[in-house]
């Protein structure tokens, strides 16, 4: 422990977090230097090797393609040949793009959406499972299943059940995802079908974590069950919730297979979404340089609802 | 963890002769050297053109039954008495345009670059991907072998750079038995399609079994049918050549009949629906007879089979018909030129002289191409054909098209194969706002007029052919 005893002296909260480590990393903190190292810097070292083959990894497949694709934001590149720099020419474009507000629009609209309905599904499946213990484990896998069908299984499901041909839009007189004003949020509940489950599943085992002892005290209190809902529940999940509330508008912001699977941002861009019109400008129109500016947009949006996440829970202290 | 870390804030200073400990910037180093030798180790694990004994051909097949075909009767065939044989990579057909767009920009990709047509081929012509074909054109005789017309988009400033793989053309197919049973006959103007479609639309009959469901850029073999037979020949070449702005009154007006029958619900029963229709869903239309008529590409042939007569299960039969003229601008029959296919060679191609051989292996043979038609209704490259040399088995209504299409003496332009990319992708994206109300025909033209005329003045318009000497 050359290290620490070259260090101030400890405060209280300091010698209880030592005494509270293992014998075994004790022992080892208190093992005579080795190589000249002290074992603070030794276990540094190691880990940063055990950090090593993923900063390799996150360079490769994340840094790198992120620099050139700012990098190619700035050019006229056409996904092929040549790039030229045309300074912020496509960032200027994006404003006067009405696609691009279109499906900047579509992505607040799924946003919206994905926040509400199935948070709230998930919530209330989540709740009410909760209160049962006959059957709860089949109702957890049935409710989950959905979430592990392959998307382009489940779309091609829902297309054929919603059919204006020979499914329920036939019988409805209507026609769910070729109606400009219908296709978006037939798309967006088509995906919610397969995503609520999994939010069941991640909001029951938060709620299992809550104090049972709450409940029985809110019950001595006369609470009902709404009432221990709001002030028992919800609170005692915060972290995980807001934790799915951030996911949700990040992966909002990044929707694209079920849209592209079931109508391809179509009709006449009714269901585009910026990852369908950064797709559709990247490989249809030629325009790579563009479709990176989109997708600098995107991330820039990702970082904007982060960084807001960040300084709410240093503010509030709310954890993930 | 800081209170118990006695290390100076720029690490540790090494003692002689002992290792240096890992610092930070000492790991980024270390790690970013590795990051960079891996990128260069695995761009060099590409499929680079060039590298490979065999010549990497990449293709898509729209049948397991073609694909084996193509393998049995072309590349076996090749590879027998080829001193650089060919290897053949099947792709998926809706992603293959990716995989090879992905593949060249990375300096990879196949020996042989396809195309769905001269438009997609040129965007690889820009990006200096292709390889320049002239010196093997007297070598082969293609200027003889192959026809003027599709040859000509293949060249850009003068130097030929694709080779066009397959002729099509656009038709009208239907089912006799339906048109007997209502007693119409194949329309030949606006005014018998009019009334058909009224007709059959009475009647609870969708008068054009059309939909984009299945391929988004279906619609634009309608826009390229109503360009060609209510604007016209001469006046999309005069657009094509710079002569005539898209802002035309001939053009607004072409798309507001467009507009106007999708509106009625003439293509596909109604706009909502024309977006879901599925292919495999208006086949069955066009046999039971609750759809009238289709109008589509000479690949359609190819389906065909799968769904009337015997192979089906079923008595149906179908015939065809030449497009209506659909207005008086328009000359009575006119017909579509189009290429649906075309092949390159990789600019990084090291076997340029043995790729040639295997490209014109695949156009210099009208009897083998013809037998594939015949056989699995694989379209013949444009090459000038003999009566000699159909097979004696082949559909006497696909004998009877191929007939009449060669002996055509006015031709109208396709938008996968005479327009500039950017153009073409607007024409069938923008296209669906016409046709829902969110935007006008004249709207629609203003904007396609401002990108194409960009793509010209970049010289990215294919070669165009005047409509009367094409053929």
């Avoid at chain 2, 260069?40 to 293709?59: I, K, P, R, V, Y």
């Avoid at chain 2, 030929?160 to 099509?168: A, D, G, W």
């Avoid at chain 2, 495999?280 to 065909?304: N, P």
């Avoid at chain 2, 295997?358 to 000038?384: G, I, M």
Wanted: hydrophobic fraction near 45%; include cysteine.
């Amino acid at each position: 422990m050359a290290a620490a005893s070259a260090s101030p002296p400890a405060s209280s909260a300091t010698s209880s977090a030592v005494s509270a480590r293992p014998a075994a990393v004790r022992s080892a903190a208190r093992a005579p230097r080795t190589k000249g190292r002290s074992p603070a810097q030794q276990r540094r070292r190691l880990a940063w090797w055990f950090m090593c083959p993923l900063i390799v990894l996150n360079a490769l497949v994340i840094v790198t393609p992120a620099c050139l694709a700012v990098y190619y934001s700035f050019t006229d590149w056409t996904g092929l040949g040549p790039a030229h720099f045309i300074g912020l020419a496509n960032y200027r474009k994006l404003f006067s793009d009405a696609d691009f507000r279109n499906a900047l629009l579509h992505n607040v609209y799924w946003t919206l959406f994905f926040l509400v309905v199935p948070m709230a599904m998930g919530l209330l499946g989540a709740y009410l499972l909760s209160r049962i213990t006959r059957f709860q484990v089949l109702f957890r896998i049935a409710y989950f299943i959905p979430y592990t069908v392959a998307s382009v299984v489940t779309a091609a499901v829902w297309q054929r059940l919603l059919s204006s041909d020979s499914g329920l839009g036939k019988v409805l007189g209507v026609n769910f995802l070729g109606d400009v004003h219908l296709s978006l949020l037939t798309v967006a509940s088509i995906n919610n079908w397969a995503w609520w489950g999994f939010l069941v599943v991640v909001f029951l085992t938060a709620m299992q974590g809550v104090n049972a002892s709450l409940y029985e005290a809110a019950e001595i209190d006369g609470a009902g069950e709404w009432r221990k809902f709001v002030s028992i529940t919800l609170p005692s999940i915060r972290p995980t919730f807001m934790f799915l509330g951030l996911m949700t508008i990040i992966w909002s912001f990044l929707a694209f297979d079920y849209i592209y699977i079931l109508t391809q941002g179509g009709p006449a861009g009714s269901t585009d979404v910026l990852s369908t019109l950064q797709y559709r400008n990247a490989f249809s129109a030629q325009q790579a340089g563009y479709a990176a500016a989109i997708g600098v947009v995107m991330a820039m949006i990702s970082a904007v609802v982060v960084i807001g996440y960040q300084t709410l829970r240093r503010r509030k202290g709310w954890d993930i | 963890m800081a209170m118990y870390d006695a290390t100076p804030p720029h690490g540790p200073r090494p003692a002689p002769g002992r290792p240096r400990p890992l610092s930070r910037r000492g790991f980024l180093s270390l790690t970013g050297g590795l990051a960079a030798g891996a990128t260069g180790l695995l761009s060099a694990c590409g499929t680079a053109a060039g590298n490979s004994q065999e010549l990497q051909l990449w293709s898509a097949f729209p049948s397991a039954d073609v694909q084996d075909y193509f393998t049995r009767n072309f590349l076996d065939v090749y590879n027998k008495t080829a001193t650089r044989k060919v290897q053949l990579s099947v792709k998926p057909g809706a992603a293959i345009d990716r995989l090879l767009q992905t593949a060249l920009s990375a300096g990879g990709g196949p020996d042989f670059i396809g195309a769905s047509g001269p438009t997609q081929a040129l965007t690889y012509v820009n990006a200096g991907k292709t390889a320049v074909l002239d010196p093997f054109v007297d070598v082969y005789g293609w200027d003889e072998t192959l026809l003027p017309w599709a040859l000509k988009p293949g060249r850009v400033d003068g130097k030929l750079y694709s080779l066009p793989m397959q002729n099509e053309t656009m038709a009208m197919y239907y089912n006799p038995a339906t048109f007997e049973k209502h007693g119409w006959q194949p329309p030949t103007d606006l005014a018998e399609f009019d009334a058909l479609c009224a007709d059959a639309k009475s009647k609870g009959i969708m008068p054009l079994a059309a939909g984009n469901a299945n391929w988004k850029a279906a619609t634009e073999w309608y826009l390229s049918v109503f360009l060609n037979h209510a604007a016209g020949p001469e006046p999309v070449y005069q657009a094509l050549t710079g002569q005539l702005p898209w802002t035309d009154a001939v053009f607004v007006d072409a798309v507001t009949l467009m507009s106007d029958q999708f509106k009625r619900g003439w293509w596909g029963g109604s706009v909502s629906d024309y977006f879901t229709n599925q292919f495999v869903d208006l086949y069955g239309k066009l046999v039971d007879g609750s759809a009238a008529m289709m109008i589509s590409g000479t690949w359609t042939f190819a389906d065909l089979p799968g769904y009337f007569g015997e192979g089906a299960g079923n008595d149906a039969t179908w015939d065809w018909a030449v497009l209506p003229q659909l207005s008086s601008h328009a000359p009575p029959v006119v017909w579509d030129l189009s290429v649906g296919a075309t092949y390159s060679i990789n600019a990084a191609c090291e076997h340029l002289p043995a790729a040639a051989d295997f490209l014109n292996f695949l156009v210099s043979d009208p009897k083998r191409q013809l037998a594939a038609l015949a056989d699995v209704a694989l379209e013949p490259p444009p090459l000038h054909i003999t009566d000699a040399d159909y097979a004696p088995g082949t559909d006497p209504r696909v004998k009877r098209l191929f007939e009449q299409f060669q002996a055509a003496d006015l031709c109208g332009y396709t938008t996968w194969t005479f327009w500039p990319p950017q153009s073409e992708t607007y024409a069938y994206e923008e296209m669906e706002k016409v046709v829902t109300g969110m935007t006008t025909p004249k709207s629609y033209c203003s904007g396609l007029q401002e990108l194409f005329a960009k793509e010209l003045a970049t010289g990215d318009v294919p070669a165009v052919p005047p409509p009367d000497g094409a053929l």
